[in-house]
């Protein structure tokens, strides 16, 4: 009799499993700024990010800005909540990198809403000024 309680007490918890939400954030993803600026944001298979922003691509595997030449790439922790998004930009020549922190919070798998920290912090809310709602390109 013990050993049927013990099963039925224990049989639920074992039911129960950590779902941790995986979204794949590969593709384009499109958003308006506070300022009614229109822009995109690439995320690849390997990798890399690019921005485009009033039609001027930043990002990807090599791009030019100013007469340097750059990469940039992204990491993404889905094991935090919310989801944690880094842009590294590397300048090729120099191999000098800066990291943007980023925080990303999934509505759905074509939804999202992004922050990041252009001064080395990374936000830990989302605000009408830090951040603003990407909706995944169908292409």
């Keep these: 009799m013990k050993k049927l ?66 990469s940039m790439t992204y990491e993404a922790n889905f094991d935090t909540s919310p989801v944690h998004i880094d842009l590294i930009i590397t300048v090729v020549n120099t191999k000098v990198a800066k990291k943007a922190l980023g925080i990303a919070m999934f509505e759905d798998q074509n939804h999202m809403r992004f922050a990041i920290g252009f001064d080395g912090k990374r936000p830990t809310e989302f605000t009408d000024k830090n951040s603003v709602h990407l909706v995944r390109v169908k292409e």
């Design 5 to 70: 309680i013990l099963l039925l007490v224990v049989i639920p918890f074992l039911s129960f499993q950590s779902q941790t939400k995986s979204v794949d954030i590969i593709g384009k993803w499109k958003g308006v700024d506070e300022s009614k600026n229109l822009g995109y944001i690439i995320f690849e298979e390997g990798g890399y990010a690019s921005l485009i922003i009033d039609g001027e691509v930043m990002g990807g595997k090599e791009f030019e800005k100013d007469g340097n030449k750059g």
